[in-house]
């Protein structure tokens, strides 16, 4: 009896199948304890763009080639879907960990807050939060004290995006509640599969930012606007006198969605972009030499500074997907309900698109015909629909910070961390005692 196909059901496509890192291979990293990064980067180096791992009972695909990066990200979001965000016991539902409607719904309302024009609004806030830190190292400079320039710049960050939240600085109370969120953030990579226990032994921690939290949105109820005006936490209040959705705790996870995204990953950004500088002490003079303080000139030297350390450690190392279908991706089948990893990390190391990888140059984004222009190769905030909505802003505060600190100061570290750890960002593993030089 002859058979028909159903209309609703699309043959599979044509293609080959996805190259596989060899088990023997996995099995040696599994038994070294080696970082996952490893992992990756020896299957793109044997395999190329588009690879296989397996790390469970079905392969994972790693995507770094810059065409599959785009088709996956910007071109076919729809086929390739966020299904739960690894820090989703700390944010909720917040609008990183959002997906379908509900996430179309935070984003507009968020997007208006970080163009050009609603950026000015925070221009001021970003620039008080810079001038406290630099006051704050012009103080360790006169003593010679010995400090932690990531704690620094955790503390320039969180100060920064709490009064663009709230309309207050930091003051030290809610500062040293909110030492929790960088210590779940850390604890993350070692925390229990099963949600609930994981939930359990981060307990302390997440009170203690919900605390916070409940706190700032009581007081942003009441109409206690800070010195600065209202801030970003007001326009979430305001948005539940319409949106039925904007309850207190959909607040409360967009206000921990917005305080990590806006200041775990500057942070990491600026921590080592002065470890950076410390092994590249040329690439400080070349910046400050550029053109005169306030100068286009001197600013876009700067830039390229937080451009080039996004290059070596981008904000989004590793951005998960899972394929809602079958797809065909640089000629390869990817069968529906794969997971696939995009890896900017290794696509902007990649010495088929960057010359000399390794080395730090941040020319590479002021001279004409130095980087790749496809907009797959560079994505330190990812590219597509789902691109970090934070991209303008965390480059205004860090190039604020440096613009005051970078003419005035250098740091001298004491000790420097040996490697990176990778967890939702790529921070430096361990501490980073320095004194400052004038």
Request: charge should be neutral; glycine fraction near 8%; aromatic fraction near 6%.
């Amino acid at each position: 009896m002859a058979t028909h196909a159903r209309p609703d059901i699309l043959p599979p496509p044509a293609g080959r199948r996805v190259p596989e890192l060899e088990a023997g291979l996995v099995e040696r990293w599994q038994a070294s304890g080696g970082e996952l990064i490893d992992l990756f980067a020896t299957a793109r180096e044997r395999l190329g763009g588009v690879a296989a791992v397996r790390l469970g009972t079905r392969p994972t695909v790693l995507v770094t080639d810059p065409q599959a990066v785009q088709h996956v990200l910007a071109l076919h979001p729809g086929r390739y879907v966020k299904r739960s965000h690894r820090a989703r016991l700390l944010i909720g539902d917040g609008i990183l960990a959002a997906t379908g409607e509900a996430w179309q719904r935070q984003r507009r309302l968020l997007q208006s807050q970080f163009t050009g024009r609603g950026m000015r609004r925070y221009e001021q806030r970003i620039t008080a939060a810079a001038r406290t830190t630099a006051e704050r190292w012009a103080s360790y400079a006169r003593t010679g004290q010995v400090f932690d320039v990531g704690d620094e710049m955790r503390r320039f960050a969180l100060d920064t995006i709490w009064r663009s939240l709230t309309g207050h600085p930091l003051d030290p109370d809610t500062e040293r509640e909110l030492a929790a969120v960088p210590a779940v953030v850390a604890a993350m990579p070692s925390l229990p599969a099963d949600g609930s226990a994981a939930r359990q032994a981060v307990a302390a921690e997440l009170a203690r930012i919900d605390a916070v939290a409940s706190r700032a949105i009581a007081a942003a109820r009441d109409g206690a606007a800070g010195p600065d005006g209202p801030g970003l936490l007001h326009v979430l209040i305001e948005a539940s006198g319409t949106r039925p959705e904007y309850t207190d705790r959909l607040i409360r996870d967009e206000l921990v969605t917005l305080m990590i995204a806006g200041h775990e990953t500057t942070a990491s950004t600026l921590t080592w972009l002065h470890l950076l500088l410390d092994r590249n002490p040329q690439a400080r003079e070349q910046a400050l030499a550029a053109g005169p303080e306030g100068s286009p000139e001197r600013r876009q030297a700067v830039q390229a500074l937080v451009h080039e350390t996004l290059r070596f450690y981008p904000s989004a190392w590793i951005l998960p997907r899972c394929a809602d279908q079958d797809d065909l991706l640089a000629g390869y089948v990817v069968e529906a309900g794969t997971d696939v990893l995009v890896c900017p990390y290794l696509t902007h190391r990649d010495p088929q698109l960057w010359e000399e990888p390794e080395r730090f140059d941040p020319d590479r984004f002021t001279t004409p015909g130095r980087r790749p222009t496809h907009p797959g190769s560079y994505l330190p905030f990812g590219i597509g629909p789902r691109a970090c909505l934070g991209l303008q802003f965390a480059l205004r505060e860090s190039t604020a910070l440096l613009e005051l600190l970078l003419p005035a100061h250098t740091p001298r570290f004491r000790s420097t961390p040996a490697k990176a750890a990778y967890s939702i960002t790529v921070r430096p593993d361990g501490p980073t005692p320095a004194v400052l030089a004038g």
